[in-house]
Each structure stands twice: as structure tokens, then as C-alpha cells.
């Protein structure tokens, strides 16, 4: 199998909705931080040597330099929203979370609303792109997890 390498000095948030036999095909790594959260359905996420079962409300997180894909079933509809930053984004106090290093985190239903309210806001931010939009994005993020750590 093949490994690719995708760094990149942007932030990106991608929410993909009910898509269908979605895998993909090669491992990868790359330079910024992964926050991969499945909002419905059900995903397998290879994680170095781990495979993880996502359910609704899963987050998986991986720290930069880590191989990971994710594959799907072939009738399976799914949702997620992905967020990718680089690493100087997270609080360092953040970034030693046992969970984190542990790359999976089961989210509690009452927990998700929240959750799904600060990822509009970071999606907001990105479209709306002004003086103030980096800082907010920044914010949102650090707030998301703390809002899971917790």
C-alpha cells in the first residue's frame, strides 16, 4: 500500500454529508492536526496500527506525522465533519491530553449540540474571512477541546 504525504499551511473544515461508499484508498500523514468528527453512520479509522469503530458522535483526532485513513461499509450513508489545523493552533496544555494521544473520544449526546454549534462558528468564520475571523477560528478550536476534555 502506498503512503501519501499532504502537508498544508491552511486551515480546512469539510462537512460531507450523507455520502456512500466512501473509502480511502491509501494511508496518509501529514504536517497538521486531523479532528475527524462522524455526525451519523458508521466508519472504521486505521490509525497507525489501531482500527477504531466510529459510531454517531465519535471524534477521532490525529496529531501531525500520524498514518491514518478511513474506510466505510458499502451501504452504509454517512456524515462527518472534518477539521484540520496546524499544530501552533492548539493551547500546549491541550496537546498533552492523554485522550488526544490516544486519538479516539466517544462523545456524550448531551455534549454534541454544543459541539455542533461551535463547528458552524468555525465554518462561519472561514466564509466570512475578515480582520477578526483567524483569532475567533483559533478560539473555537481551543474550545472544542476543552468542551471534550472536560
Known amino acids: 500500500m502506498d503512503i501519501v504525504r499532504a502537508d498544508s499551511d491552511e486551515l480546512f473544515i469539510d462537512v460531507d454529508s450523507h455520502v456512500k461508499r466512501k473509502s480511502m484508498t491509501h494511508l496518509h500523514m501529514h504536517n497538521y492536526y486531523e479532528l475527524y468528527y462522524l455526525t451519523e453512520g458508521v466508519r472504521k479509522y486505521f490509525i497507525d496500527d489501531t482500527i477504531y469503530e466510529l459510531k454517531e458522535g465519535d471524534i477521532v483526532v490525529i496529531p501531525p506525522d500520524i498514518l491514518h485513513r478511513t ?26 491530553n492523554e485522550w488526544i494521544n490516544n486519538h479516539f473520544l466517544r462523545i456524550p449526546r448531551i455534549r454534541r449540540k454544543k459541539l455542533d454549534d461551535i463547528f458552524e462558528k468555525i465554518e462561519y468564520e472561514k466564509n466570512r474571512n475578515d480582520e477578526y475571523s483567524e483569532q475567533l477560528i483559533n478560539n473555537y478550536i481551543n474550545e472544542i477541546f476543552m468542551l471534550i476534555t472536560r
Open 71 to 96: 474506510v466505510g461499509t458499502d451501504k452504509e450513508l454517512y456524515s462527518r465533519i472534518l477539521l484540520c489545523f496546524l499544530p501552533d493552533t492548539l493551547d500546549d496544555s491541550l496537546k498533552n
